[in-house]
């Protein structure tokens, strides 16, 4: 799955989600109806007036005003494991499973949580953050 978003004043702007598969692609641009090609073909109306962004919420927002639980708890922790997986993956040039990536002991969080709390990794002395060169053992060690 890949994701870009641009909002730059003056130039087109842009949200878009798509992933490919090996029996289908989907398109989730702009909140606009979710369309499944390929092997099991599907499509998603929103309910009419709200899009596919607006019509996620809907859920929620019942929950809220019934009173009713709602919980995306495993929803939300599935898609931050997916995403610290691509940025190992990215960083390390390499392919990372899921046990790789539960089980590494890479660290990024800031020594605090406080305003003045330094990040990690800490800026160089030439006032830059360091870059993660793919492929570089160096960085591999520390993200897996």
Known sequence: MYSQCRHIGGCWDSVTEHAQGTEGTVDLTDGGPIIIKGKNAW????IKGFSAWEEEHIPFFDAVRNNKPYNELE?????????????????????????QAINSKVDLSPDGYSWDAKPQPAVGPDGLYPMPMPGDPDWLKKIV
Not at 43 to 46: L, S
Not at 86 to 97: E, Q
Request: glycine letters at 6%; proline letters at 0%.
């Open 75 to 99: 929803y939300a922790a599935h898609s931050t494991m997916t995403a610290i997986m691509g940025r190992m993956a990215t960083y390390s040039g390499k392919v990372i499973d899921w046990d």
């Open 43 to 46: 499509r998603h109306e929103a």
